[in-house]
């Protein structure tokens, strides 16, 4: 049976959601226990495991990582305001209960009268669980991951 696509639509726009109002812990609770988040760095498909990426994270380094951003961001000061969108939206694949999700981003960010916009692309492996969905596998491709970044204070 072919994956329902609104449902994949409505679950990576709540994830968006979630990430935005900083609501992390919700946030990690969409991840399945066997999880990789990538943000890689110079290039797209670089061997993370022999390569430098801005963020490699097996889902308890995931929940350290969570755990800092809010020690450190929100004790000392306010976490920056984030809006993004989802878009172009594909179902790259789908076997069994895992299913390839290849989207676009823009985010803006605002902090300390900033405003910073970023953009990329994101693949997700979901794995279907009745109605809901876990994610397996997220990829975020910075379109300047070639470029140096300033401090990321949240998670893309």
């Not at 797209?44 to 990582?65: A, K, T």
Request: glycine share 4%; aromatic share 8%.
């Amino acid at each position: 049976m072919a994956p329902d696509s609104r449902a994949i639509e409505r679950f990576l726009f709540h994830e968006a959601r979630l990430m935005d109002a900083h609501r992390l812990d919700e946030w990690l609770a969409l991840w399945d226990d066997d999880a990789t988040y990538w943000v890689p760095c110079n290039d797209d498909d670089i061997d993370p495991l022999r390569n430098v990426s801005v963020i490699y994270d097996r889902r308890g380094q995931l929940r350290n990582r969570i755990q800092r951003i809010k020690e450190t961001l929100w004790l000392k000061e306010q976490a920056p305001r984030l809006r993004r969108i989802v878009g172009n939206i594909e179902i790259e694949s789908s076997s069994g209960e895992e299913i390839v999700i290849a989207s676009s981003f823009i985010l803006a960010q605002l902090h300390h009268h900033r405003q910073t916009i970023w953009a990329g692309s994101t693949i997700h492996k979901l794995i279907a669980q009745g109605d809901i969905f876990r994610i397996k596998y997220k990829k975020v491709i910075l379109l300047n991951n070639d470029e140096p970044l300033p401090n990321m204070l949240f998670l893309i």
